[in-house]
T-cell receptor, first 116, second 110 residues
Framework: GAVVSQHPSRVICKSGTSVKIECRSLDFQATTMFWYRQFPKQSLMLMATSNEGSKATYEQGVEKDKFLINHASLTLSTLTVTSAHPEDSSFYIC????????????FGPGTRLTVL | GEDVEQSLFLSVREGDSSVINCTYTDSSSTYLYWYKQEPGAGLQLLTYIFSNMDMKQDQRLTVLLNKKDKHLSLRIADTQTGDSAIYFCAESISNNDMRFGAGTRLTVKP
């Protein structure tokens, strides 16, 4: 159990376009979902935390108008990178925490975004 | 399947050594990582090991890699209460994409 999927796994887009990444908890209800950005050989950087039905909480330095997060249901959160630029190219990982009373986060497999 | 597997829980006494184990399945992994996550915080990269190494030591941390068995371990010497956290192992596959284990919750008892 506790499977989290992300779609797409890879995406290549042109500069200036917007890209939506989906994160789904497949077999549990995710009351909280997290979006991370990962740079090679560096720590994952937490971008934002979202709770179902409420606005996401963004970490300092993360532009909320650029990285739109929607957590519309207990099994789905989306991250939209608006007006993407090459510097947005990265590996984006979501994780989900259920309502089982533990802090365990279950991670998605990640999405590799390449902006040309 | 291609999974990274870890046991979910480990409990030790303060001052003892902790050993967290991980198995992975992708033999083409280039780097293997250990991340630490404290409550309410993002993941912190603790250490990583290149796949052509079999051991790496960094202060209280020792990473052992058995590539033949695809087994990775993290040993924390003289475990302290501040080490209580969730530890994730992860493998870096092609193009730096990463695959994570579910995390091991380490509880350190005084």
């Amino acid at each position: 159990g506790a499977v989290v999927s992300q779609h797409p796994s890879r995406v290549i887009c042109k500069s200036g376009t917007s890209v939506k990444i989906e994160c789904r908890s497949l077999d549990f209800q995710a009351t909280t979902m997290f979006w991370y950005r990962q740079f090679p050989k560096q720590s994952l950087m937490l971008m934002a935390t979202s709770n179902e039905g409420s606005k996401a909480t963004y970490e300092q330095g993360v532009e909320k108008d650029k990285f739109l997060i929607n957590h519309a249901s207990l099994t789905l959160s989306t991250l939209t990178v608006t007006s993407a630029h090459p510097e947005d190219s990265s590996f984006y990982i979501c994780s989900a925490k259920g309502n089982r009373g533990t802090d365990t986060q279950y991670f998605g497999p990640g999405t590799r975004l390449t902006v040309l | 399947g291609e999974d990274v597997e870890q046991s979910l829980f480990l409990s030790v006494r303060e001052g003892d050594s902790s050993v967290i184990n991980c198995t992975y399945t992708d033999s083409s992994s280039t780097y293997l990582y250990w991340y630490k996550q404290e409550p309410g915080a993002g993941l912190q990269l603790l250490t990583y090991i290149f796949s052509n190494m079999d051991m790496k030591q960094d202060q209280r941390l020792t990473v052992l890699l058995n590539k033949k068995d695809k087994h990775l371990s993290l040993r924390i010497a003289d475990t302290q209460t501040g080490d209580s956290a969730i530890y994730f192992c992860a493998e870096s596959i092609s193009n730096n994409d990463m695959r994570f284990g579910a995390g091991t919750r380490l509880t350190v008892k005084p």
